[in-house]
């Protein structure tokens, strides 16, 4: 068995097959590199990975449930130290994309289409470019790419930046063009809709439902191009338990944590997050 970080692994066809309900990938799976799905080999997990697992995604579901932002910056440094980089990403985008889904439900007609469509048109564009260039870099490599990323994007949502680039109908387009590529290439597409929304006087009340709406797309069309996460039936339904597990804490948490405090946490441990995943990443070059 292909063993990957905490005990989660990857089993390919070499191993002897394994419990019931525990995936098995062919040959023919495992040379399926040049793939839809990059040659995946299924997730499996031992005990403490698998904790550590729905541990993430509960906190990412929590934090997206209290602030309306967060999952994929929180979860993804280290989801993909967990799982590796193409697994990691794939399952955020999976998990981000649901829990939006469930927050749009209430908020849906607080989206402003016409402002959305010039930023989910260029991240449907970009998208599959970071699939392309994601599949393209080692492993270390791309862990020293999302690290970057996720910590340069969090320290300009924690500066409030002001882009020049970022304003009316060319900036939608920037922003929406560097989100999908982000999303697909490192699971953290939020950043620059955030930078755009602060750019254009959104108030927190008219970000978050066309967050969540941009969120719905951008994470659809990433599963599109980078495949489904290759997790076991287990380990598929303790992370759904999980994401809905973190919802319903977060959900409780909003009625009592100020939303200014609680969303400096999640910035916080999003550079905490960024910081480590760059860190591993530059170490494994060396």
């Not at 419990?19 to 590199?33: F, L, R």
């Not at 990323?149 to 949502?157: D, E, F, Y």
Request: some cysteine.
């Amino acid at each position: 068995m292909v063993r990957s970080r905490f005990g989660l692994g990857a089993r390919t066809s070499l191993d002897a097959p394994g419990p019931v309900g525990e995936p098995h990938v062919s040959d023919a799976d495992a040379d399926a590199g040049d793939g839809g799905d990059g040659g995946r080999a299924a997730v499996t997990g031992g005990l403490a990975g698998t904790a550590l697992l729905a541990g993430i995604v509960l906190l990412g579901g929590c934090v997206q449930w209290l602030t309306g932002m967060g999952f994929a910056l929180v979860a993804v440094p280290a989801l993909v130290l967990v799982l590796g980089p193409a697994e990691g990403v794939v399952l955020a985008n999976c998990a981000a994309g649901a829990i939006s889904v469930v927050g749009l439900a209430n908020g849906w007609r607080r989206v402003r289409l016409k402002a959305m469509v010039p930023l989910c048109v260029a991240a449907v564009c970009t998208v599959p470019a970071g699939t392309w260039v994601a599949r393209r870099l080692c492993e270390p490599a791309l862990l020293a790419c999302m690290g970057v990323l996720v910590t340069v994007a969090v320290l300009l949502v924690m500066c409030g930046a002001r882009v020049a680039a970022l304003r009316g109908g060319g900036g939608a387009v920037v922003a929406g063009g560097a989100g999908g590529f982000m999303n697909s290439a490192a699971g953290v597409g939020g950043p620059p809709v955030s930078l755009y929304a602060l750019n254009a006087g959104w108030s927190v009340r008219e970000f978050v439902p066309n967050a969540q709406f941009y969120s719905v797309i951008v994470n659809a069309v990433s599963v599109a191009s980078n495949g489904v996460p290759r997790l076991s039936p287990p380990l598929w339904a303790l992370a759904s338990a999980a994401l809905a597990a973190g919802a319903l804490i977060g959900r409780t948490l909003a009625e009592h944590v100020p939303e200014k405090r609680a969303r400096l946490l999640v910035l916080l441990l999003a550079l905490a997050g960024g910081s480590i995943t760059l860190g591993k990443g530059v170490a494994g070059l060396a």
